[in-house]
Structures are given as C-alpha cells and as structure tokens.
C-alpha cells in the first residue's frame, strides 16, 4: 500500500503563484516516476507535469515556462512550483505515483485531489 498525501490547492488571483505538494509513504521499493494531473469539469483528466527517478521532467505545453515540477527522492515527495497562473489553470489537481511496491509489484496510485481555483 502506498499513501499519497497531497496538500498547497487554494484560491488564487490570475498572475499569482500557488505551491502543490505530494509525500508518498508505505512499503515502496522504487519509485519510476511522479507527477500531477489535473481535471476540469467537463473536461478529461490530463498530464500537468512529471518527473522521473533520474529526474527528467515533462511539461504540458500550455504550463511550460510557468510551472516547474521537482522532487525530493529522500522524502518521497514531489512539488510543483504554480507561477502566472491563469483561470485556464482551474481544476482538480491529481498527483500520481508510479513505482514497485511490495506485494503488489509495479503499480500506480493516485491522491485524493487538490483543488486550485485562479479567479479574480
């Protein structure tokens, strides 16, 4: 079992900066890659970010040069840096756990969401 504990969603102003956080905890053995999706409403879950074990990233092309994801490998945990947010950017955002756990070998885990709402 693996447990995600996800936390930075908020309200903020069209040009403000938000930070998302996701600490991943429980019987891991690796982790391969971690990431943030988002979903609007009426709209499909999408990538926002991710990042691998050796720390290549991955961006949507409309966050990139606003948003920076990064992790921590000794914490298990991931960031993803909200700069110049725009309304565009409302949604639930999902962050994402892909690696070996013990059991139950590779797998994938979602956290519960985050809401991130950019309005004036």
């Known amino acids: 079992q693996v447990q995600l504990v996800e936390s930075g969603g908020g309200l903020v102003q069209p040009g403000g900066s938000l930070r998302l956080s996701c600490a991943a905890s429980?019987?891991?053995?690796?982790?391969?890659?971690m990431g943030w999706y988002r979903q609007a409403p009426g709209k499909q879950r999408e990538l926002v970010a991710s990042?691998?074990?050796?720390?290549?990233?991955n961006y949507a092309d409309s966050v990139k040069g606003r948003f920076t994801i990064s992790g921590d490998n000794a914490k298990n945990t991931v960031y993803l840096q909200m700069n110049s947010l725009k309304p565009e950017d409302t949604a639930v955002y999902y962050c994402?756990?892909?690696?070996?756990?013990?059991?139950?070998?590779?797998?994938?885990?979602w956290g519960q969401g985050n809401q991130v709402t950019v309005s004036s």
């Open positions: 994402k756990f892909e690696g070996v756990v013990a059991g139950l070998g590779r797998t994938n885990y």
């Open positions: 429980g019987n891991i053995f690796s982790i391969y890659a």
């Open positions: 990042i691998g074990r050796g720390g290549s990233t």
